[in-house]
């Protein structure tokens, strides 16, 4: 048997109905959860596009010979 751990909220002024700390439960855990995951999200990094890339931007002319379809997409 786990010891019994300390309360994550208390309430310490009024008299709260059953429902309205049900409410507030909903609300802090789901603040919490956004926190957590906007700060694993900030934390992994996604491979950069390279449709976007700006050097895609700088071609050269088209060159004509064999494969020259297959060289444009790349020169």
């Known amino acids: 048997m786990a010891p019994p751990q300390e309360p994550v909220l208390r309430v310490v002024k009024g ?4 429902e309205e700390l049900a409410a507030l439960v909903a609300v802090v855990s789901a603040r919490n959860a956004a ?3 906007a700060a694993a999200r900030a934390t992994t990094r996604r ?3 390279e449709w976007g890339h700006p050097a895609r931007a700088h071609r050269t002319s ?8 297959r060289r444009s997409a790349w020169a």
């Open 47 to 49: 491979p950069r596009s």
């Open 35 to 37: 926190a957590a995951h």
């Open 15 to 18: 008299d709260l109905s059953t």
């Open 62 to 69: 088209h060159r004509f010979g064999p494969d020259a379809w």
